[in-house]
């Protein structure tokens, strides 16, 4: 009889501290380089969508696991492309961005390669040869 557990490996528990922690700079930064009240609402709306996807991970839904690697990889592309510009009105913000997005590129592409990984973001199958009758 096999079990089927899901256990991270330490690499996978780092990658989503990472993500958790610029997760909430990346809050902070929002709230001080808000230029008017009407982008307050959604603000907290998409904060909220990333910390469903974050506390789910955690809670290995595959469900979140694969829509978090899909967000961490298009919001990579997307901050990644306006860093250039970004990079000539505030260099430090641009420099705090680019952190996020290795964070969020890493963190994409590994999850991705787990999907198509028969152990599933950290899924280890454990033989249950001794089960008590």
């Not at 959604?42 to 469900?63: C, E, K, N, Q, T």
Request: contains cysteine; glycine residues 6%.
């Amino acid at each position: 009889m096999k079990s089927t557990k899901t256990v991270f490996r330490i690499y996978e528990i780092w990658l989503l501290i990472a993500l958790t922690l610029f997760f909430c700079v990346e809050s902070l930064l929002d709230t001080i380089y808000m230029q008017n009240e009407s982008e307050l609402a959604p603000m907290i709306v998409a904060r909220a969508i990333w910390l469903a996807l974050i506390i789910g991970a955690f809670s290995r839904y595959v469900v979140a696991i694969r829509i978090l690697a899909f967000a961490c990889g298009i919001s990579a592309i997307t901050v990644g492309f306006s860093l250039p510009c970004l990079a000539t009105i505030s260099p430090v913000l641009a420099g705090v961005l680019c952190v996020g997005v290795v964070i969020k590129a890493s963190t994409g592409i590994y999850m991705l390669h787990q999907i198509s990984n028969p152990d599933s973001f950290g899924a280890q199958s454990l033989d249950a040869h001794i089960t008590p009758h």
